[in-house]
């Protein structure tokens, strides 16, 4: 039996390498035995520090190949407002929708969408009834989502509790629009995939044009380890500051508790009891991070099936909680 001591001391002799290197082995091997029951699964990445422990796509498009990153999405909108608040273009998470961009606002908007703020947006606590779900269809069957997004009832004291909807993320898009000038295609193409090398490629617009927010991007897995590794590193890649780290300190902050999860949410992000920041789109994509372990994740599925929390996206996140933790030493 190998104790903690014995190891330290094998450790300073050189003598663990092989059985370093052994159980390294045998936790790849391991994780590959898994994924292949996973038939819904398409790729997996796990990068621990600079180093790629595991990296496979046994279905789907590959790891060049772009895949819809769903809901993940979101939690890119959210970064771009880090961004354009870091260039001074938004003055803060308070700035209210009214001031950052009347222009989307509609004249017979429900009364009190002006003073939903960035913070209410980028946390999905806007207040207003959600568009996903049950009203998904009927909502980009509109002839104007924002507007349509905008005059729906008041369910919640914006800033009160988390209403999962991919209008309030669209809202949240679209206001960066207005206030930096750029569409949302440019400024994920500038301001992340430039500056990380990937590419982002053209997306579902609304019928005015906009750039939907939080849903329909694609990206390569690749990419989305890049993004991964920037929201480990506090906004960080290969030594540039992508984004500040006062804003992903902020991102990363809980600050409502989703009640289908069960997970706490920050700005665009997810946080598990085990540590794990991540983006979490339809079908199982995920974006993850785990600081403290130095680790990160990437997981791309079939972006037509379910991935509920009792079901295969609980699967996931055994995964990321048992063998992929676990590969942190």
């Given at each position: 039996m190998v104790t903690r001591r014995s190891f330290t001391a094998l450790l300073a002799g050189g003598l663990a390498v092989p059985f370093v290197h052994r159980a390294h082995a045998q936790a790849v091997d391991d994780l590959s035995s898994t994924i292949d029951g996973m038939t819904q699964l398409h790729s997996l990445q796990v990068q621990r520090g600079?180093?790629?422990?595991?990296?496979?796509?046994p279905r789907g498009a590959g790891l060049d190949?772009?895949?819809?990153?769903?809901?993940?999405?979101?939690?890119?909108?959210?970064?771009?407002?880090?961004?354009?608040?870091?260039?001074?273009?938004?003055t803060g998470v308070d700035a209210r929708l009214g001031d950052v961009a009347p222009g989307i606002i509609p004249s017979d908007a429900t009364l009190g969408a002006a003073d939903i703020t960035m913070a209410d947006l980028a946390s999905l606590q806007a207040g207003l009834e959600p568009t996903s779900g049950p009203n998904y269809g009927s909502w980009i069957s509109s002839s104007n989502w924002l507007a349509d997004a905008l005059r729906r009832p008041m369910v919640a004291a914006p800033g009160s509790r988390m209403l999962y909807s991919t209008g309030t993320t669209h809202i949240l898009g679209a206001a960066l629009v207005e206030a930096t000038g750029e569409s949302l295609l440019a400024?994920?193409?500038?301001?992340?995939?430039?500056?990380?090398?990937?590419?982002?490629?053209?997306?579902?617009?609304?019928?005015?044009?906009?750039?939907?927010?939080?849903?329909?991007?694609?990206?390569?897995?690749?990419?989305?380890?890049?993004?991964?590794v920037m929201l480990r590193d506090e906004g960080r890649?290969?030594?540039?500051?992508?984004?500040?780290?006062?804003?992903?300190?902020?991102?990363?902050?809980?600050?409502?508790?989703?009640?289908?999860?069960?997970?706490q949410y920050g700005y665009g992000w997810?946080?598990?009891?085990?540590?794990?920041?991540?983006?979490?789109?339809?079908?199982?994509?995920?974006?993850?991070?785990?600081?403290?372990?130095?680790?990160?994740?990437?997981?791309?599925?079939?972006?037509?099936?379910?991935?509920?929390?009792?079901?295969?996206?609980?699967?996931?996140?055994q995964l990321l909680d048992g063998p992929i933790l676990a590969m942190a030493g």
């Open positions: 600079d180093e790629v422990l595991f990296a496979q796509a190949g772009p895949a819809n990153i769903k809901s993940c999405a979101k939690s890119v909108v959210a970064l771009l407002l880090g961004v354009a608040i870091d260039r001074g273009e938004i400024q994920a193409r500038s301001r992340l995939g430039a500056v990380m090398d990937f590419e982002v490629s053209p997306w579902t617009r609304d019928p005015q044009g906009y750039y939907l927010g939080g849903n329909e991007m694609a990206l390569t897995p690749r990419a989305m380890l890049k993004l991964a890649y290969e030594g540039e500051q992508v984004v500040s780290a006062n804003w992903m300190t902020a991102s990363l902050a809980p600050r409502v508790r989703s009640p289908f999860s069960g997970m997810f946080l598990s009891d085990t540590g794990f920041a991540l983006a979490r789109g339809y079908g199982g994509q995920i974006i993850a991070a785990h600081p403290e372990r130095a680790l990160a994740v990437a997981i791309t599925s079939d972006p037509t099936l379910p991935a509920r929390s009792e079901g295969y996206f609980g699967e996931l996140m």
